[in-house]
């Protein structure tokens, strides 16, 4: 099963990263996962998209609606709403705080084990 996000991001990493480019424009499911894949998520399963998708609507942080298509079914376009902006702002306050101490670590890592060969965890 693919995972939502690489070893190492917070748990929910996809939440704030799908309520970040549904604030940037309203979308289509599969162009999400597109568009994930631009952010460096590049094995999210559509399945858990949908799931994410689903419970974020439920808690009223985004909504969507069906539109006609010109090239094939109708497609849901989702949109992020106001408490939605609220709670990716939140988010991107507790990211900044993780990216500071994240630098912190790594400043002290480096500086302990300078030129030492350093490994990717999948």
Avoid: K
């Amino acid at each position: 099963m693919a995972s939502d996000a690489p070893s190492g991001l917070p748990r929910n990493f996809l939440r704030p990263c799908l309520l970040l480019l549904l604030a940037e424009q309203p979308s289509h499911g599969y162009d999400l996962l597109e568009q994930l894949t631009d952010l460096g998520l590049e094995q999210t399963d559509p399945g858990g998209l949908y799931r994410a998708l689903r419970a974020m609507e439920q808690e009223r942080l985004i909504q969507s609606w069906w539109e006609p298509s010109d090239s094939g079914p109708a497609r849901r376009t989702y949109v992020v709403t106001d408490d939605g902006r609220d709670w990716l702002h939140a988010w991107s306050g507790s990211l900044r705080e993780v990216r500071r101490l994240l630098g912190r670590y790594l400043d002290r890592y480096e500086e302990l084990f300078e030129g030492a060969s350093v490994e990717v965890m999948p």
